[in-house]
């Protein structure tokens, strides 16, 4: 299987905004629950949110509740992470991922069906 790939991140002060996405290459994302998931140096890789298939309900973890929202582009295929109001403790590489399940009590599993990406960097620092 190819791992999944993200782009979109980069450098940015606190309370600004970025926009993640997410391909999957051999998967039709509206078919699968779809996971974003953060890691800092020195800890464990943490669960940031999940996208339902075919719905496209979102779940997310109380740190980026009411600033992240995760959205899915039937026609380009892609999955995407938005995110306001980011604080320093945003700083992290997040990735996506093809998972299992997606609900409140699974979106930070990491049941993942597709290889780990490289993810990609978010700093964010004034």
């Known amino acids: 299987q190819v791992p999944t790939v993200e782009s979109g991140g980069g450098l940015v002060q606190p309370g600004g905004s970025l926009r993640l996405a997410c391909v999957a290459p051999?998967?039709?994302?509206?078919?699968?629950?779809i996971g974003w998931f953060r890691q800092v140096p020195g800890k464990e890789r943490e669960g940031v949110g999940c996208?339902?298939?075919?719905?496209?309900?979102?779940y997310y973890g109380d740190s980026v509740k009411d600033r992240f929202v995760i959205s899915r582009d039937n026609a380009e295929n892609t999955v995407y992470l938005q995110m306001n109001s980011l604080k320093p403790e945003d700083t992290g590489v997040y990735y996506c991922?093809?998972?299992?399940?997606?609900?409140?009590?699974?979106?930070?599993?990491?049941?993942?069906?597709?290889?780990w990406g490289q993810g990609t960097p978010v700093t964010v620092s004034s």
């Open positions: 996208l339902t298939h075919s719905a496209g309900r979102a």
């Open positions: 051999g998967f039709t994302l509206e078919h699968y629950n």
């Open positions: 991922a093809v998972k299992k399940f997606c609900s409140s009590g699974t979106f930070a599993v990491a049941d993942i069906t597709a290889p």
